[in-house]
């Protein structure tokens, strides 16, 4: 094999050590355009488990950087002239140049042909005459660049500015520091990495920057290397408060932008992305080294492991794509967080705190509780919970509704209705819903008119045959439960006439054996379903009529709480996204005209609902297209509901248009909910990819929604609230067992549960400290021998 490595970075000289360590005869030559001794970067941080790996794979690099390493556990979080700590988390951090040290010696004991100072050759050239090159060149890939049409990489270029810095306070955690300043928030990162020096990144939204004045300081070409000394000065005083009397000290710091880099792929025949080149996760969650050196030893492992590079480099990216896929999630959301960071700090101290350690969803309500439990029982005290209740098991209310927990069985079609008219499946349903401990659940997609259906098998309410079915059913659920009832009323506009969905979710278009759709404007959904009818000014006063009849058949027939369906593309979706209003009249074009029929039909189901019982509506919040809904339309959306007398906003996203792009993960529709609850102080109900008590729980604690609705997690098991308290060891009031049940109530022993391990060590080892701060020892001065 011969090797081409280009870049002399962490990533590449690590590739080149750990090939050639398993395969001396292998030919590596890796290029370096700077000086080796040149100097760039400050700290870098790792985690337990990429050491571990780097343990296994060279333990003489591990046990190099294991004696440069500054450890500690606790993160401070300095907000509003207060500190909190938590503890437990396990950081391990060093120079990034003594790194670098470090693996040049590896390479040169190896015999690795390093050509410091040297451009590499074209990558053209390096492809012709390598079996395999490496390019780890960076954020600013020039191999990228070269083989863009097959890479198809993605660069998204944020909007806050940020300055990597270091500074001279040896910080004991990692510390955030968010101060509001009269020009707006800023915020610090910083963290030691050795006896002498920490990290400092300076981050500040992109207006609040040019407020502060540094868009005067940066606006000129720096050379490279050069710092923005003024810039530099300028953040030492502001935030001389946390430096202590030390000084900020630059290395080609200047203001830039974060970019995330994606590629559609980071292979090119024999030529493949390391490190930046091919990905980038934001600063706030992990480092860029740690992700290159993971990738390197990953790559050499699958060239180890198949017969061709072909077969070696279609296997790394199989292995690493899904685990730097994961790290960008939880970088996109820690990012966004940052971003929008002005939305939180009216918040107190304690919950302030626990926002950011959980921005991510990696970090959790449960994961901090293992961690540091007194941190957790700390921020519920504080937020008028204690530490033996869940946070999801608090009580609320829901408009006028008292409600014994917080979790919600948001709508769910069952498609088994019969000429709109609900049986037994629907009950079945109900019932084990509400026996299930949630403390609202909501009867789903309900019609209020024949041509409003989704599909045939949707139920309606608008006849009194499906009323009287309807009242039949909540008898029958109140005959066996309190838990409160609801129903969700609906038109499904362009999005209806099809077919029940089959096992993908999906249904087809019913044709000739359908129903005429209405929608905003004859727009199809897509290439296969009919052009629907633009909807005349009389249309839109018979269906917000039809919207009124069906809430008053509703209260008759015994519901708790009404939800209106304002989102997924049904027809009031239609008007509201711009993506689907192409309306010229006063039903059209601008956000206060395309809200018009959305508050016409609000205002009619009010006049007939009563105020003491919850209205509820759900919009969504995105609609994951370019030229779609935007956030700052979605807070007005909210806004303008809770006005006209919406009890509180269920925020959903997407299925607007059929060529959305939503990106897609675990609770991935909260920073929503939390969006519009932090703009507004609307109570929001946070729906989407939540089913585990865990991130329900870190939710509410966060404050990023004041209910959270778990769907399809219902479906798997319709006791998903009781046993979730049960898997918590709670028994209360909020999460009460029907009596016939009782006997069930706590969690079944597992496989040998009954089994008793003996003690097998003689001396017990000393519990892991919670508290660790980085407080290296001081350097003494060496003894004075008197002469004679």
């Known amino acids: 094999m011969r090797v081409a ?16 360590r398993l395969s001396p005869e292998w030919e590596i030559t890796l290029w370096e355009r700077n000086a080796r001794d040149d100097a760039f970067g400050f700290g870098v941080v790792f ?14 690099v591990f046990t190099a950087m294991s004696a440069e390493f500054a450890r500690w556990s606790d993160i401070d979080v300095h907000h509003g002239g207060e500190v909190r700590t938590s503890g437990g988390h396990g950081f391990a951090a060093m120079d990034r140049n003594r790194l670098r040290e470090i693996l040049q010696k590896r390479c040169a004991e190896l015999h690795v042909d390093v050509r ?13 005459d390598y079996d395999l090159v490496v390019a780890a060149d960076g954020i600013r890939s020039a191999t990228r660049e070269t083989y863009a049409e097959s890479f198809g990489p993605d660069l998204d270029e944020r909007n806050c500015r940020y300055m990597w810095l270091s500074t001279d306070r040896v910080f004991e955690a990692f510390t955030f520091i968010v101060e509001e300043r009269d020009f707006g ?5 910083a963290y030691p990495y050795d006896d002498k020096r920490s990290t400092f990144i300076v981050e500040i939204a992109e207006d609040a920057w040019r407020r502060a004045g540094f868009e005067a300081l940066a606006d000129r070409e720096f050379a490279r290397g050069e710092n923005d000394e003024e810039s530099v000065r300028r953040c030492e005083q502001f935030l001389a408060e946390h430096l202590d009397g030390h000084r900020l000290i630059p290395n080609a710091s200047k203001w830039i932008r974060f970019t995330t880099v994606r590629n559609a792929s980071w292979c090119h025949q024999n030529v493949v992305l ?35 590079v072909a077969e070696a480099l279609a296997a790394y990216e199989a292995e690493r794509r899904p685990v730097v896929e994961s790290t960008q999630r939880a970088a996109q959301a820690s990012l966004e967080w940052f971003e929008t960071i002005d939305r939180y700090t009216g918040q107190a101290p304690d919950q302030f705190a626990f926002n950011l350690l959980t921005r991510s969803r990696r970090v959790t309500y449960d994961n901090l509780r293992a961690r540091d439990a007194d941190f957790v029982t700390a921020v519920a005290t504080a937020s008028g919970g204690t530490a033996t209740v869940p946070p999801m098991f608090r009580p609320a209310r829901l408009g006028g509704l008292s409600l014994r927990n917080r979790v919600v069985v948001p709508p769910m079609a069952t498609y088994t209705a019969n000429a709109g008219v609900p049986g037994s499946f629907e009950q079945a349903q109900l019932t084990a819903q509400v026996l299930g401990g949630a403390g609202v659940v909501f009867a789903g997609m309900t019609a209020v008119s024949p041509d409003g259906r989704a599909t045939s098998g949707c ?20 005959a066996v439960s309190d838990t409160p ?24 278009p019913l044709g000739g054996n359908g129903w005429p759709t209405l929608a905003a404007s004859p727009l199809a959904w897509d290439e296969a379903s009919p052009v629907p009818r633009e909807a005349t000014t009389e249309e839109l006063r018979r269906v917000a009529q039809h919207f009124a009849e069906a809430a008053a058949r509703a209260r008759r ?17 239609g008007f509201l996204s711009p993506l689907t209003n192409h309306r010229t009249d006063e039903y059209g074009g601008t956000l206060a005209g395309r809200l018009r029929f959305p508050l016409e039909v609000l205002s009619a189901v009010r006049a007939v609902w009563p105020d003491g019982k919850p209205l509820v509506v759900r919009i969504s919040a995105a609609d994951w297209a370019e030229g779609g809904t935007t956030e700052a339309e979605a807070v007005e959306i909210c806004r303008a509901l809770a006005a006209a007398g919406t009890d509180a906003v269920d925020v959903s996203t997407g299925e607007v248009v059929a060529h959305e792009q939503p990106r897609y993960g675990r609770s991935y529709q909260t920073p929503f909910a939390d969006l519009i609850r932090n703009a507004t102080g609307i109570p929001t109900i946070a729906v989407g990819a939540i089913s585990s008590y865990d991130d329900a729980n870190s939710i509410i604690l966060a404050g990023r929604a004041d209910l959270v609705a778990v769907g399809r997690a219902h479906l798997y098991d319709p006791l998903w609230t009781l046993h979730a308290a049960a898997d918590q060891g709670y028994r209360d009031a909020a999460a009460s067992w029907p009596g016939p049940w009782q006997a069930g109530s706590r969690k079944p022993p597992g496989p040998r549960a009954d089994r008793v391990p003996p003690r097998l060590h003689l001396l017990r080892g000393a519990a892991a400290l919670v508290h660790r701060r980085w407080q290296p020892e001081p350097v003494r001065p060496l003894p004075v021998t008197a002469s004679c």
């Open 185 to 189: 928030v800023v915020q610090v990162h």
């Open 274 to 308: 390391l490190g930046d080149a091919a990905h980038t996760a934001h600063f706030s969650i992990g480092s860029g080294t740690k992700l290159a050196m993971e990738d390197a030893l990953a790559l050499v492992a699958s060239l180890h492991e198949h017969h061709s």
């Open 5 to 20: 490595v280009i870049g002399g970075g962490p990533g590449g000289l690590y590739f080149a050590a750990l090939a050639k």
């Open 459 to 478: 139920p309606g309410l608008y006849t009194g045959e499906q009323e009287a079915a309807w009242r039949a059913i909540v008898d029958a659920v109140r």
């Open 485 to 508: 009832l609801g129903i969700q009323l609906t038109h499904a506009g362009r999005r209806g006439s099809t077919s029940v969905p089959g096992p993908d979710g999906v249904g087809l």
């Open 116 to 128: 410091y100072g040297t451009q590499a050759p074209p990558v053209e050239q390096l492809s012709a």
């Open 47 to 60: 985690s337990d488990e990429t050491l571990d790996g780097i343990a296994q794979a060279d333990p003489a």
């Open 557 to 573: 027939a015994g519901f708790d709480a009404l939800e209106l369906q304002f989102g997924h593309g049904h027809l009031v979706s």
